[in-house]
């Protein structure tokens, strides 16, 4: 279920100083009740930040904790990470690993399985990541994404090795990165 923050007030007016804050409230949505109007944002041309779900970005993006930038798709390359409807109602934001024609090979970073879809069921693509609650963005097209990207795609063969360390030592040491 995810969370949606929603905050009550007033219709607009001359601003005056209260002393009683807004209220916030929140609304849990499934993803099936979620994701449709994320599509349907993009569709119109609006940008969405997303909190992310789940841990087949790990070991760099964290469940409940990170956020992505998402934009309507343009045009898309390898190494991207998007937003794709795998089947009816099930979307993952995921990397790009092969694009032949119309047909999309995507992998997590932290899966080992594959998964496809055709360029029609990419709905968004990722601007940048907000991480570790930090406000700035990680735009993907920067020299630090790209590096990490270039780096974590060549170590496929050896990363169930590395995924196995993160999740068995790392984490609970430490915790998330």
């Not at 409230?25 to 969405?48: D, F, M, Q, R, W």
Request: hydrophobic share 35%; aromatic share 8%.
């Amino acid at each position: 279920m995810r969370k949606l923050h929603k905050f009550a007030s007033a219709p607009y007016q001359k601003p005056v100083m209260s002393e009683k804050p807004l209220s916030k409230s929140e609304l849990l949505l499934s993803n099936a009740e979620l994701l449709p109007e994320i599509v349907k944002l993009l569709n119109e041309g609006h940008t969405v930040t997303l909190k992310l779900k789940g841990k087949s970005m790990r070991p760099f993006l964290e469940d409940n904790r990170d956020m992505a930038l998402l934009t309507k798709p343009k045009q898309i390359e390898e190494g991207e990470p998007v937003l794709a409807e795998i089947e009816p109602g099930h979307y993952v934001l995921h990397r790009i690993v092969k694009l032949r024609g119309e047909n999309i090979t995507l992998l997590g970073d932290g899966n080992l399985t594959p998964e496809h879809c055709t360029k029609q069921n990419v709905v968004g693509t990722v601007i940048g990541f907000y991480r570790k609650g930090r406000t700035e963005l990680d735009k993907i097209d920067g020299k630090k994404w790209k590096t990490y990207s270039y780096i974590w795609m060549h170590l496929y063969p050896i990363r169930r090795y590395i995924l196995a360390l993160y999740r068995r030592i790392w984490i609970p040491l430490f915790g998330a990165i």
